[in-house]
């Protein structure tokens, strides 16, 4: 854990929470608490029963709120797990009033306080009594440019 109190943006953040980092190779949670003078986030509206996820989250309405406090919440997948996860940071933003939120693009931060884990483990369940996901071809290169596309 660590405090902030001079102005910074994502990027310059991002380099110095790895500074902290031990080693390139394990998944990182992250927890930001503080007061930003922009936040730049996205969001993926309600779809349709018979929309693809991948067509809903190419129209994801942007927004961005300035002098907000709240909290950032996500991870940082190791480039080794890209597939498994998308590498890098996935964050997502709440206001400390619940009114403002969603998948963060960028922001600056004026203050706050950042915490830092390392995951040590991961658990992934599959649907084993699940016949037609037990069956199903999927076109995995379909689906890696749908996850790209809508990261």
């Known amino acids: 854990m660590f405090n902030q109190y001079d102005p910074i943006n994502d990027q310059d953040l991002a380099k110095k ?3 902290f980092y031990d080693g390139e ?13 922009n936040m730049h986030v996205r969001m993926i509206p309600k779809s349709e029963t018979n929309t693809k996820f991948a067509e809903v989250a190419n129209n994801q309405p942007e927004h961005s709120a300035t002098d ?4 950032i919440v996500g991870i940082w997948t190791p480039k080794i797990f890209h597939g498994i996860s998308v590498a890098g940071y996935h964050l997502h933003f709440i206001s ?3 009114s403002f939120g969603g998948h963060i693009m960028d922001y600056t931060l004026e203050y706050g306080q950042i ?3 390392a995951v040590d483990q991961l658990d ?5 009594q699940d016949r037609n996901y037990l ?8 689906l890696r440019n749908d996850i790209d596309k809508s990261e």
């Open 17 to 19: 929470m790895e500074s």
């Open 25 to 37: 190779n394990l998944f990182r949670s992250i927890k930001i608490k503080g007061h930003f003078s």
């Open 68 to 71: 907000i406090s709240g909290t």
């Open 96 to 98: 400390d009033d619940l």
């Open 115 to 117: 915490e830092l884990g």
């Open 124 to 128: 992934q369940r599959f649907p084993v």
């Open 135 to 142: 069956h199903a071809k999927l076109d995995l290169e379909a």
